[in-house]
């Protein structure tokens, strides 16, 4: 069973440009989730999506990231402009069911990206 | 609010040496806990996770982690540490609904030969 992919796995930008990642979860995966992981720190949730529906966003900075996920399958988050503190590491996961307490995520690779 | 502190930013063990990693909680109700291992370079792999019964879980690569309500604690051992152990490893708490997983800083873990 492949993984959930993302790319690109590697993204340099200067302060106030623009950036998108992408994710394809898991085949028949009806959640996916979009972490952001600064460096030093663990994971964390910036937008949770149900099929194409959002679940969770609170987290989200929405002056300058927006997320979709057309069609429920595959996702795109992107940075608009981009700050220096958003240096991280972008995380895409999904899970199996509708989200629901105790279901496993499962995590693609990451996108580093990195702010000048 | 949930939260999630380790302790111990990095480990240093001796390969063959046990390990125990430490982690503590903080939910309002019965949480779901996680141990993730994320090796240089990769995503997060799932170790064991926690819900009810048993509070010994068992997971892959010989990890188990105890349940400890009392004191809030989900600490991850090894009765073994091989060298390919050796990655940053995450305790994260989720609830009931939503499933949003809430992680602690991570510990990382260096073995020594």
């Known amino acids: 069973e492949a993984g959930v992919a993302q790319s690109p796995r590697y993204k340099i930008i200067e302060k106030r440009q623009s950036v998108a990642f992408w994710c394809n979860p898991i085949s028949g995966h009806a959640t996916l989730y979009w972490y952001q992981q600064i460096l030093g720190q663990g994971p964390k949730l910036l937008i949770q999506?149900?099929?194409?529906?959002?679940?969770?966003d609170s987290q989200l900075p929405k002056d300058r990231f927006s997320a979709e996920r057309l069609k429920g399958v595959d996702s795109t988050l992107k940075i608009q402009p981009a700050k220096l503190e958003d240096s991280a590491v972008y995380l895409c996961a999904s899970s199996y069911g509708a989200g629901v307490g105790g279901e496993t995520q499962y995590f693609g690779p990451g996108t580093r990206l990195l702010v000048l | 609010a949930q939260s999630v502190t380790q302790p111990d930013i990095h480990i240093t063990v001796s390969e063959g040496a046990s390990l125990e990693l430490r982690c503590n909680y903080s939910?309002?109700?019965?949480?779901?806990l996680f141990w993730y291992v994320q090796s240089p370079g990769q995503g997060l792999q799932l170790l064991l996770k926690y819900f009810s019964g048993d509070t010994l879980v068992q997971g892959i690569k010989g990890f188990e982690a105890e349940f400890k309500r009392s004191q809030s604690s989900f600490n991850l051992r090894k009765p073994s540490v091989h060298w390919s152990d050796a990655a940053e490893y995450f305790c994260?708490?989720?609830?009931?609904?939503?499933?949003?997983?809430?992680f602690g800083a991570g510990t990382i873990l260096r073995v020594k030969s």
């Open positions: 999506f149900q099929n194409n529906g959002v679940v969770d």
């Open positions: 994260a708490v989720g609830g009931i609904r939503g499933n949003k997983l809430v």
């Open positions: 939910y309002g109700a019965t949480p779901y």
